[in-house]
């Protein structure tokens, strides 16, 4: 089972169009949940971090977080074609000697058509 | 958020042979981080480095394979060893940053090709 798990894509939506990106997690304690932005042939990053339930909204984004779900998601409202990109769910599992250690999931291709 | 800086950004390299990859921040932070990321495929933690501390290694990482420097609180070196074509990734640096949270920052990279 994987530790960090994304819905599987790629995603495609039409400009000015809500794109919804879903993340699952395995490790009940976890703490910080984090969504990174990722261009082809660029390094991470980040967009939105959250740490308690329920909703954070920054600009277009907002990030949800459910701990009794294990289960974090993205939305992204007025989708444009600069949003296309993969999108990383990261996970913090802090504790022991992996204090800091981030998990990823496998990623989401995201598509914005015009 | 740090300013993060890698060297090389890439390189081509003969099997065999070893490549040193530089870390650079532009300020003082307790925890840096190695990551690889092989081609279209998520990240995954290689180690952890804490100055003044041997890495911590994940599992299926071995500091024979991927020694790790961090003489500093501003840099770390990522030495990847004896490469063969499946050492071929995107090697990664990330800082942990004190805003509250546990958040990283990602450096550029540096995009390895081993032929």
């Known amino acids: 089972q994987k530790e960090v798990e994304q819905n599987s894509g790629p995603l495609s939506v039409p400009e000015g169009a809500i794109a919804s990106l879903n993340c699952t997690y395995s490790d009940r304690v976890s703490q910080s949940f984090f969504w990174y932005r990722q261009y082809s042939g660029k390094s991470p990053e980040l967009i939105m971090s959250?740490?308690?339930?329920g909703d954070k909204e920054d600009g277009r984004f907002t990030a949800q977080l459910n701990k009794a779900s294990q289960y974090v998601s993205l939305l992204i409202r007025d989708s444009q074609p600069s949003d296309s990109a993969t999108y990383l769910c990261?996970?913090?599992?802090?504790?022991?000697?992996?204090?800091?250690?981030?998990?990823f999931g496998q990623g989401t291709i995201l598509t914005v058509h015009p | 958020s740090a300013v993060i800086s890698q060297k090389p950004s890439r390189d081509i390299c003969q099997r065999g042979t070893s490549l040193t990859i530089q870390c650079q921040v532009d300020s003082q932070v307790t925890m840096m981080f190695w990551y690889r990321q092989q081609p279209g495929q998520s990240l995954t933690l290689i180690a952890t480095a804490n100055q003044g501390s041997e890495a911590t290694y994940e599992s299926g990482f071995v500091i024979d394979k991927f020694p790790i420097s961090r003489p500093n609180l501003t840099f770390s070196t990522l030495t990847v060893s004896n490469m063969s074509p499946e050492d071929s990734s995107i090697y990664l640096c990330s800082v942990e940053w004190s805003d509250g949270g546990q958040t990283q920052y990602f450096g550029p990279g540096t995009r390895l090709l081993v032929l």
């Open positions: 990261a996970v913090n599992s802090a504790g022991g000697t992996s204090y800091g250690k981030l998990t």
């Open positions: 959250i740490y308690s339930n």
